[in-house]
């Protein structure tokens, strides 16, 4: 099974710019279609955006649409969240998951559809 660890949360100003990694290990990332979910304090996990095994799709919750980029390195083992234009609303946990896909082209949008998650970064948007 794949391991998954985020990186590069932080605390960022109002219409300041992330860029979240999640690096894999333990089994090849192109084997999994990828997401990155968020959760606030009291609040449940919700849906940012996900990406296909080959990277050719992408999906974005409406909330992050235009302002959040996902991306894919199987070469590197790892999944990027670029996020540009941050609010205070898009502060919380921020979590990667992964699912195991057979076609190349699927993607996951609802978290019971993911088996394996990393432990969370968190992003503050803050003046």
């Known amino acids: 099974q794949v391991q998954l660890v985020e990186s590069g949360g932080g605390l960022v100003q109002p219409g300041g710019s992330l860029r979240l990694s999640c690096a894999a290990s333990?089994?090849?990332?192109?084997?999994?279609?990828l997401g990155w979910f968020r959760q606030a304090p009291g609040k449940e996990r919700e849906f940012v955006s996900a990406i296909s095994r080959t990277g050719a799709v992408t999906f974005y919750a409406d909330s992050v649409k235009g302002r959040f980029t996902i991306s894919r390195d199987n070469d590197k083992n790892t999944v990027y969240l670029q996020m540009a234009s941050l609010k205070p609303d898009d502060t919380a946990g921020y979590y990667c998951a992964g699912a195991v896909a057979t076609s190349t082209h699927t993607y996951y949008s609802d978290k019971r559809d993911y088996h394996y998650w990393g432990q969370g970064t968190q992003v503050t948007v803050s003046s």
């Open positions: 333990g089994r090849a990332l192109s084997d999994y279609a």
